[in-house]
C-alpha cells in the first residue's frame, strides 16, 4: 500500500494492520476479553484456517498476545493488549484530525 506525503511510518503502519475486516474483527472480539482460536473464529463465523495468519499478524505486532494454556490439546488463549491497540487508533486519530 502506497504511503502518502505527510503519512508517518507509524500510521501507514497501523492502516496496513487494521485495513483488514478480519483483523478489525479479532480486535474487536478480544477487547471483550481473552479467548481461544476457536472460539474467536466461531465468533467471527470464518474458520480457524483463515484466522491464524491474521493472529499472528496481530501478535507479531504486539496489539494480541498469546499464552500457551495447560491442559489437553494445549490450546492458546489470545487477548487484546489494550495499551498497544490504544496507541495505534491514537495515531491514527491524531492523523485524521490534523
Request: charged residues 20%; aromatic residues 4%; without cysteine.
Amino acid at each position: 500500500m502506497m504511503r502518502i506525503h505527510g503519512q508517518t511510518q507509524t500510521v501507514h503502519d497501523a492502516v496496513m494492520i487494521v485495513g483488514n475486516t478480519l483483523r478489525l474483527g479479532i480486535l474487536h472480539e478480544l477487547r471483550k476479553g481473552p479467548a481461544i482460536r476457536g472460539a474467536i473464529a466461531a465468533s467471527l463465523g470464518v474458520t480457524e484456517d483463515n484466522l491464524s495468519r491474521q493472529m499472528t499478524m496481530l501478535v507479531d505486532h504486539g496489539l494480541v498476545t498469546a499464552t500457551t494454556l495447560r491442559g489437553r490439546g494445549r490450546p492458546i488463549e489470545f487477548a487484546l493488549n489494550v495499551e498497544a491497540a490504544d496507541r495505534l487508533w491514537d495515531n491514527v486519530s491524531r492523523y485524521y484530525r490534523g
